[in-house]
């Protein structure tokens, strides 16, 4: 896509992407809330969240977590603003940091988790990623079950 650019988040894209979170309750539903805590932090040596422009315009982020000793890279999230969804950003950001994670380190491959995320299985699958299990999970917000699934993709 012309004009689609990827950058290091700076301080402002976090405050930018945490508000668009707050503000949208539908999209906090499909984040990834199992509740990530400093012990799974401090067992990871870096983390990274990308940002997407389209000319000088934000239009989403991409958060990764990485240096497991899985040999994964976790890509914890990728949010598009809703008014630039269906237009292939999702795809060129993952694409991006998958290519940055095979550049940057030397692990297994990447793993991510959607919660009940139909586009986004959608998008994962046709970038021939492994479906390598479904559980339900409790959802804390709600109480109700939704199914998770984990994908992985190995270099």
Known sequence: MEGLNFRFSTSEDEILYHNSLLNSPE???KEDERGWNEDFIER??????LTA???TRVVGFLKMIGGSSTGFTYLQTVYIFPQYRKRGIGR????????????TWNG????????DNKPM???????????????????????????????????
């Open 27 to 29: 999209d906090c539903e």
């Open 44 to 49: 990871n040596t870096w983390r990274v969240t």
């Open 53 to 55: 422009t389209l000319g």
């Open 92 to 103: 060129e950001l993952v694409k991006y940091a998958e290519d940055y994670m095979k550049r």
């Open 108 to 115: 297994v491959g990447v793993e991510l988790f959607t919660l």
């Open 121 to 155: 299985d959608t998008l994962i699958e046709s970038e021939h990623w492994i479906k390598d299990g479904v559980a339900l999970k409790r959802y804390f917000r709600n109480g109700r079950f939704i199914p998770e699934t984990r994908w992985i993709k190995l270099y």
